[in-house]
């Protein structure tokens, strides 16, 4: 999964980072970080601050290794962190609430469920049900349901049942435990992270 771009002369190995020579090969959607105010100047000449490492919104640059180490090492870990928290901010999360939802509000959310295309979920070891497409994620707590007298494995059954549904299992985590962890552990963001990943 990629979650931002670096530019440099020389190759920087990142996971879930490009890695290019040029601005405009770059993926506009993502964070981009330039390695190099020699780098940065004859890119953007006068219109950069060496005072301001932020050129625009998503734009950041810093000093290259033989520049500047400190600053190098300092500025790469905090682009890394400002991008993997980032992962998920496009994304809206709604709950479910069957227990204090109201009726007609949990109606709607059940009916966008099964109108989804192609959903992909993913059962939590506490039992949450989340449910990806269309920039939605969808939070079902199975324990409730059980709790409630639906059983999960009928709300499992009509969510598989879902035109393109794949249903995530355990072993989805261990291959996206190491971004989870980045992320202050949102499993919620899992079926997002397979569906733009590496993993299928």
Same mark, same amino acid.
């Given at each position: 999964?990629?979650?931002?771009?670096?530019? !440099?002369? !020389?190759?920087?190995?990142?996971?879930?980072?490009?890695?290019?020579?040029? @601005?405009?090969? @770059?993926?506009?959607?993502?964070? $981009?970080?330039? %390695?190099? &105010?020699?780098?940065?100047?004859?890119?953007?000449?006068?219109?950069?601050?060496?005072?301001?490492?932020?050129?625009?919104?998503?734009?950041? &640059?810093?000093? !290259?290794?033989?520049?500047?180490?400190?600053?190098f090492e300092v500025d790469?870990?905090?682009?890394?962190?400002?991008?993997?928290?980032? %992962?998920?901010? +496009?994304?809206?999360?709604?709950?479910?609430?069957?227990?204090?939802?109201?009726?007609? @509000?949990?109606?709607?959310?059940?009916?966008?469920?099964?109108?989804? $295309?192609?959903?992909?979920?993913?059962?939590?070891?506490?039992?949450? /049900?989340?449910?990806? +497409?269309?920039?939605?994620?969808?939070?079902?707590? /199975? +324990?409730?349901?059980?709790? @409630?007298?639906?059983?999960?494995?009928?709300?499992?059954?009509?969510? $598989?049942?879902?035109?393109?549904? /794949? /249903?995530?299992?355990?072993?989805?985590?261990?291959?996206?435990?190491? %971004?989870?962890?980045?992320?202050?552990?949102?499993?919620?963001?899992?079926?997002?992270?397979?569906k733009n990943g590496e993993? +299928?």
């Amino acid at each position: 999964m990629k979650i931002g771009n670096i530019i !440099s002369d !020389s190759k920087i190995i990142e996971d879930n980072f490009n890695h290019y020579n040029e @601005i405009s090969q @770059i993926d506009n959607d993502f964070p $981009t970080l330039i %390695i190099g &105010w020699a780098k940065t100047k004859e890119i953007y000449k006068d219109k950069v601050s060496i005072l301001h490492k932020q050129i625009s919104e998503n734009l950041f &640059w810093t000093f !290259s290794e033989k520049e500047r180490k400190v600053d190098f090492e300092v500025d790469i870990e905090s682009f890394k962190n400002n991008c993997y928290k980032k %992962i998920g901010d +496009n994304l809206h999360y709604v709950y479910l609430d069957i227990l204090h939802g109201k009726y007609k @509000i949990n109606k709607k959310i059940i009916q966008k469920i099964y109108s989804l $295309t192609s959903p992909v979920s993913y059962i939590s070891k506490n039992n949450m /049900l989340y449910i990806f +497409n269309e920039n939605l994620i969808f939070g079902i707590d /199975l +324990n409730i349901c059980d709790f @409630i007298g639906v059983k999960k494995e009928k709300i499992i059954g009509r969510i $598989t049942s879902l035109p393109n549904s /794949l /249903l995530l299992g355990n072993e989805i985590f261990n291959k996206c435990k190491e %971004i989870i962890k980045k992320i202050d552990n949102k499993e919620r963001l899992i079926p997002y992270i397979y569906k733009n990943g590496e993993y +299928n």
